[in-house]
């Protein structure tokens, strides 16, 4: 059993902090006091790690709050960030989070579908129901994989959660603590890592639609192309259900196609490839 923190202030202000980004507004989907109750098992369950829970609007300084927010989310050693009902500015801090490129943690109900730019993130489920033994469950994978992502992000050199997707043509944002009270350098920063991203996608349609007019694939070569791409994707995600896939990754398995293909492949191809991969795993496995 972990040992409790003793409640003084420079052992406070040595511990790693653990940032929580969260809704906090009601929503019709949810009852009166949902998000209360899932942020006492979020603290619940860091507290049972070496890490101080808070959420990212939490500063004892005094100060702007957009500036404490974007501060936090830049400095906090790991942070957990909860997707479900796809609040505007969860998904707003998450993605400033993700273009610092440091330890994160993503997590959401069963109500919420994945994004189409963190899909490929391997999120954490819990029932929005917060069933107790459920909770229990979700508790103890969330203690392991806080500890186990922290410690991967201080023993892995190459550690990238996120702007690994991208190639090493994309560098995270930076904060110079000298400057963090100025909200326009951050929003300058994010606005060149954005048009780097966009840049980088575009050099890479450019380049497969050259190929697309110089090269007619038989059907067969297509299906082909399409079965190997998907193999892949599949490979280094295999954290995704066929379920989830068949919902929310058409879109996300057709561009994947294209940019390292060169051609855009139809829906009947995708979702083919995406049966046979199943499959060919467990003979057994039927679509749900």
Not at 18 to 35: L, R, T
């Amino acid at each position: 059993m972990r040992k409790q923190k003793e409640n003084n202030p420079k052992q406070e202000n040595s511990l790693k902090k653990c940032g929580i980004i969260m809704p906090i507004a009601a929503h019709p989907d949810y009852p009166k006091e949902h998000w209360k109750e899932v942020l006492l098992i979020l603290l619940e369950a860091i507290n049972e790690t070496e890490f101080e829970p808070r959420m990212v609007n939490e500063d004892s300084a005094i100060g702007l709050i957009h500036e404490r927010i974007v501060n936090n989310i830049y400095s906090d050693d790991i942070i957990i960030c909860d997707v479900s009902s796809k609040n505007p500015n969860v998904m707003f801090e998450l993605g400033m989070r993700l273009a610092f490129d440091k330890p994160t943690i993503i997590i959401k109900d069963e109500k919420t579908g994945y994004s189409f730019d963190t899909g490929v993130i391997e999120h954490i489920n819990y029932p929005s129901s917060l069933r107790f033994n459920k909770i229990v469950e979700f508790k103890e994978e969330l203690i392991s994989r806080i500890n186990a992502t922290y410690k991967k992000s201080t023993t892995h050199k190459d550690y990238s959660p996120f702007l690994k997707s991208f190639g090493k043509t994309i560098i995270p944002a930076k904060i110079n603590p000298s400057e963090i009270a100025e909200s326009k350098y951050i929003l300058e920063k994010l606005e060149i890592l954005s048009q780097e991203m966009k840049h980088l996608r575009m050099d890479q349609r450019n380049k497969m639609a050259k190929s697309r007019f110089a090269t007619i694939f038989s059907d067969k070569d297509r299906q082909n192309l399409v079965q190997e791409e998907i193999n892949q994707f599949l490979t280094n995600n295999s954290h995704l259900e066929r379920e989830h896939i068949m919902q929310n990754f058409i879109e996300i398995l057709r561009e994947e196609v294209v940019n390292n293909r060169g051609f855009k492949p139809y829906n009947i191809e995708i979702i083919n490839a995406v049966n046979s991969f199943f499959e060919s795993s467990n003979p057994k496995s039927k679509l749900n």
